[in-house]
């Protein structure tokens, strides 16, 4: 049997013989692409005074709270030079939908072909896509674009995803396993290609002019940058001697933590989305930790384990590592991602585990971890084989 699969309709042998469950999941590639553009503090105040009064309250305190955050670089789209985005007036949601169609695809698919490349499955060969953003709301969702730049086959079972924030990227793992489990239980192979993408820069001019119209700070033109991320899951049914196996998916949950729902939230207004986080978010995360790491790891000590932890602020990152005691070593690959391309939402977590692997050799158990709206945890337990 070859690496290379033909399309998931001609390999679902509905009459044949079911071949014995098996509840093991790998991950066999993974993926991750980000804008070229690289901007810092400097490049945000450029940016913001070439638009908005220099003298002008809240930009000067945006301005202070940029140069303390611990993100050296963000990636951003080209179109952070583009004149139109740097008008009196701002482009409208109509304008933000249309960058998003444009940038979106593409970058996805980078990030993709990077995961399946890895795996040796080809597109064609993929049976289930799971896409997640959380700057984006269309009908048809970005996904069909990804799956036709790709060529992902039209028998591919589809879900995208929405209102996960940063938890995005790990809830579309949580619901690739479950669909590779339910695969694996009708005897059938799962190729599962997970695709998270979001694009913060285009709604900048929206964050921006909320700031000037309130006189109020808003962190998330501070913090958030540009990426896509992929991930390929499959079942038993679905690996081949050639298919890498970079982490077995040991466990997984997910846990939304009582009277937290405006910690965090998303919002649409007629020029973007904008992001609200609350003061004492960091604090909750840092409560939130403790349900889902006992449901998947019982008593063992996760202090002394690596982390693929959510880039969701220095406050969220030295939050957790304080509650649960975990030395800076083993969060070395949220830090790098943090500090060189800020938070990216739903793909940050996937991005972090992608460079984790990259970092030399590190503990069999790994402990991956997002934060989202609600507030929720999103939590996996890997073991890793790379």
Same mark, same amino acid.
């Given at each position: /049997?070859?690496?290379?699969?033909?399309?998931?309709?001609?390999?679902?042998?509905?009459?044949?013989?079911?071949? %014995?469950?098996?509840?093991?999941?790998?991950?066999?590639?993974?993926?991750?692409?980000?804008?070229?553009?690289?901007?810092?503090?400097?490049?945000?105040?450029?940016?913001?005074?070439?638009?908005?009064?220099?003298?002008?309250?809240?930009?000067?305190?945006?301005?202070?709270? #940029?140069?303390?955050?611990?993100?050296?670089?963000?990636?951003?789209?080209?179109?952070? $030079?583009?004149? /139109?985005?740097?008008?009196?007036?701002?482009?409208?949601?109509?304008?933000?939908?249309?960058?998003?169609? !444009?940038?979106?695809?593409?970058?996805?698919?980078?990030?993709?072909?990077?995961?399946?490349? %890895?795996?040796?499955?080809?597109?064609? @060969?993929?049976?289930?896509?799971?896409?997640?953003?959380?700057?984006?709301?269309?009908?048809?969702?970005?996904?069909?674009?990804?799956?036709? %730049?790709?060529?992902?086959?039209?028998?591919?079972?589809?879900?995208?995803?929405?209102?996960?924030?940063?938890?995005?990227?790990?809830?579309?793992?949580?619901?690739? #396993?479950?669909?590779?489990?339910?695969?694996?239980?009708?005897?059938? =192979?799962?190729?599962?290609?997970?695709?998270?993408?979001?694009?913060?820069?285009? $709604?900048?001019? @929206?964050?921006?002019?909320?700031? $000037?119209?309130?006189?109020?700070?808003?962190?998330?033109?501070?913090?958030?940058?540009?990426?896509?991320?992929?991930?390929?899951?499959? $079942?038993?049914?679905?690996?081949?001697?050639?298919?890498?196996?970079?982490?077995?998916?040991?466990?997984?949950?997910?846990?939304?933590?009582?009277?937290?729902?405006?910690?965090?939230?998303?919002?649409?207004?007629?020029?973007?989305?904008?992001?609200?986080?609350?003061?004492?978010? =960091?604090?909750?995360?840092?409560?939130?930790?403790?349900? =889902?790491?006992?449901?998947?790891?019982?008593? !063992?000590?996760?202090? #002394?384990?690596?982390?693929?932890?959510?880039?969701?602020?220095?406050?969220?990152?030295?939050?957790? @590592? !304080?509650?649960?005691?975990?030395?800076?070593?083993?969060?070395?690959?949220?830090?790098?991602?943090?500090?060189?391309?800020? #938070?990216?939402?739903?793909?940050?977590?996937?991005?972090?585990?992608?460079?984790?692997?990259? /970092?030399?050799?590190?503990?069999?158990?790994?402990?991956?971890?997002?934060?989202?709206?609600?507030?929720?945890?999103? /939590?996996?337990?890997?073991?890793?084989?790379?």
């Amino acid at each position: /049997m070859g690496a290379n699969w033909s399309s998931p309709g001609e390999t679902d042998n509905v009459d044949g013989p079911r071949q %014995e469950f098996s509840d093991r999941l790998t991950i066999a590639g993974l993926g991750s692409a980000w804008p070229e553009l690289l901007v810092g503090a400097e490049q945000l105040r450029e940016y913001a005074e070439s638009i908005y009064p220099s003298n002008a309250p809240w930009l000067q305190k945006l301005l202070m709270v #940029n140069a303390q955050t611990g993100v050296q670089t963000r990636a951003v789209l080209e179109c952070w $030079n583009d004149p /139109m985005w740097r008008g009196p007036v701002p482009p409208t949601i109509e304008q933000v939908h249309e960058a998003f169609d !444009k940038y979106a695809p593409p970058l996805t698919a980078n990030a993709a072909r990077k995961a399946l490349d %890895e795996s040796g499955f080809a597109a064609s @060969a993929i049976t289930h896509m799971v896409s997640v953003t959380a700057t984006n709301c269309k009908c048809p969702g970005y996904d069909h674009l990804v799956a036709k %730049e790709l060529g992902i086959s039209g028998d591919a079972e589809r879900s995208l995803i929405a209102g996960s924030g940063c938890a995005g990227g790990l809830a579309a793992l949580r619901v690739a #396993n479950s669909m590779a489990c339910a695969a694996s239980l009708r005897g059938r =192979p799962a190729r599962i290609l997970v695709v998270a993408c979001e694009l913060s820069s285009i $709604n900048l001019r @929206a964050e921006l002019e909320a700031a $000037n119209q309130s006189g109020k700070l808003r962190i998330g033109a501070a913090l958030f940058s540009d990426g896509a991320a992929a991930v390929v899951v499959c $079942n038993d049914l679905a690996l081949t001697e050639k298919t890498p196996r970079l982490f077995t998916i040991a466990d997984w949950c997910q846990n939304v933590s009582p009277e937290t729902y405006d910690e965090v939230s998303v919002t649409t207004v007629s020029q973007g989305f904008l992001v609200y986080l609350s003061r004492t978010l =960091p604090k909750h995360a840092a409560a939130a930790v403790h349900r =889902p790491l006992q449901r998947l790891f019982g008593d !063992k000590d996760v202090k #002394n384990l690596d982390w693929a932890l959510h880039a969701g602020g220095q406050a969220i990152i030295q939050g957790v @590592a !304080k509650s649960v005691g975990v030395a800076d070593h083993h969060l070395r690959a949220t830090s790098a991602i943090y500090s060189t391309r800020g #938070n990216t939402a739903s793909v940050t977590v996937l991005a972090v585990l992608d460079k984790l692997r990259t /970092m030399g050799p590190g503990t069999e158990d790994v402990v991956v971890c997002s934060f989202g709206p609600g507030l929720t945890v999103e /939590m996996a337990r890997l073991k890793r084989h790379c």
